[in-house]
């Protein structure tokens, strides 16, 4: 009876059986391809996730800004 921990931990042997598992179904040709694809589309999931960031701290300084204007046009205004 096989264990149930042999693939909880990923050990030596659990290694070995992923990669010959991958080698029957791909074929050693098709992975360097496969390889290539995963590494560009975790270059466009980070250039993506990036750009949001960036988006998102633009937003939050342009209201930062507003408020600051606001404030400022509303001192102003008190003091007329």
């Given at each position: 009876?096989?264990?149930?921990?042999?693939?909880?931990?990923?050990?030596?042997?659990?290694?070995?059986?992923?990669v010959?598992?991958?080698?029957?179904?791909?074929?050693?040709?098709?992975?360097?391809?496969?390889?290539?694809?995963?590494?560009?589309?975790?270059?466009?999931?980070?250039?993506?996730?990036?750009?949001?960031?960036?988006?998102?701290?633009?937003?939050q300084?342009?209201?930062?800004?507003?408020?600051?204007?606001?404030?400022?046009?509303?001192?102003?205004?008190?003091?007329?």
């Open positions: 009876m096989v264990s149930g921990t042999f693939l909880a931990i990923p050990g030596i042997a659990s290694i070995i059986l992923i010959v598992v991958i080698l029957l179904i791909f074929g050693g040709k098709k992975i360097p391809e496969l390889m290539r694809g995963l590494g560009s589309g975790l270059k466009e999931f980070k250039d993506a996730s990036g750009e949001e960031e960036k988006q998102e701290d633009t937003t300084h342009q209201t930062h800004q507003k408020q600051q204007t606001h404030q400022k046009q509303h001192v102003k205004d008190e003091k007329q």
